[in-house]
């Protein structure tokens, strides 16, 4: 089964010293018997607004002990802190499906992405971003969802709106067997506990598994999905959760600061090894 590991940059530099590239290594609980697909998105982002909107998460240096994480911007923009979240996945968990897609500010918000392999049933499909780039002077709006989920692919889904001036975005997904026993997933969003024009720092929201069992709590992935937030002060968001039990826990969505968070929203995979 999967492992999740996370890269914070505050464990290489504070946020009053940051740098446009921050990488460490991540070791492995336990070595892999070969390299392991590592899908990987954001779960927390601290940008300055005066300047372009630009992050990216990316590793390299892979091996099966380890990997080199990076958080990372560009140009002019000032990216003070990041956690960058991986979703390892062993040679052998072959009935996860992994895979990216960038979009450019020309291409279209939609595209077909077909499975190597088809499954049996339209599978469960979870999808996050890891890379954006948004013009600084007008909303920051971005969000990634997958639509027409059948046993042979699915539509991805790239999409910004309102005045928002998109130059790009890269979107990670991770497909499994929907009949998979000991594993749960979903997609929150802040507009599930309050109207997106009332907007507030702190909200969260106690989930349950429904019919999913778990012998033991079970470990979590959490990486963001989406975003709505007023250009007027920095990029503050951070995803993550707490209270997990074998029946269900809490997601948070969070700004701090004089962020204007509007609305937010994160995938969910929740799993027994």
């Not at 991540?26 to 697909?37: G, I, L, M």
């Not at 607004?49 to 590793?59: D, F, G, L, Q, V």
């Not at 506990?193 to 009332?198: A, G, L």
């Not at 959490?222 to 029946?247: C, H, M």
Request: proline fraction near 6%; aromatic fraction near 10%; glycine fraction near 4%.
């Amino acid at each position: 089964m999967p492992t999740v590991l996370e890269f914070d940059s505050r464990t290489v530099h504070p946020p009053a010293n940051p740098a446009t590239d921050t990488k460490g290594t991540v070791n492995f609980p336990k070595a892999f018997v070969a390299n392991p697909r590592l899908p990987h998105g954001f779960r927390e982002l601290d940008i300055d607004k005066n300047s372009n909107i630009r992050a990216k998460s990316t590793i390299e240096s892979l091996t099966k002990n380890s990997v080199e994480c990076h958080v990372s911007t560009w140009s002019n923009t000032t990216l003070y802190s990041s956690i960058e979240t991986v979703f390892a996945l062993a040679p052998a968990n072959v009935e996860f499906q992994t895979g990216e897609v960038m979009r450019n500010a020309n291409d279209p918000a939609s595209v077909r992405v077909n499975f190597a392999r088809p499954y049996p049933t339209p599978p469960k499909v979870v999808t996050f971003f890891n890379y954006l780039d948004l013009d600084q002077n007008h909303g920051w709006r971005l969000k990634i969802t997958p639509a027409e989920i059948d046993e042979k692919g699915f539509t991805l889904k790239i999409e910004t709106w309102g005045e928002t001036v998109f130059f790009g975005a890269q979107a990670a997904w991770i497909a499994y067997p929907e009949d998979r026993k000991h594993i749960f997933s979903a997609s929150v969003n802040v507009q599930d506990v309050r109207d997106w024009q009332k907007p507030q720092l702190q909200q969260s929201k106690a989930i349950s598994f429904g019919d999913v069992e778990f012998w033991k709590n079970p470990e979590v992935f959490i990486a963001l999905n989406a975003l709505d937030i007023n250009k007027q002060a920095n990029l503050r968001l951070r995803a993550y959760v707490d209270g997990v039990s074998k029946t269900g826990l809490t997601w948070h969505i969070d700004g701090w600061s004089d962020t204007v968070l509007n609305s937010a929203g994160a995938s969910i995979i929740a799993f027994n090894n």
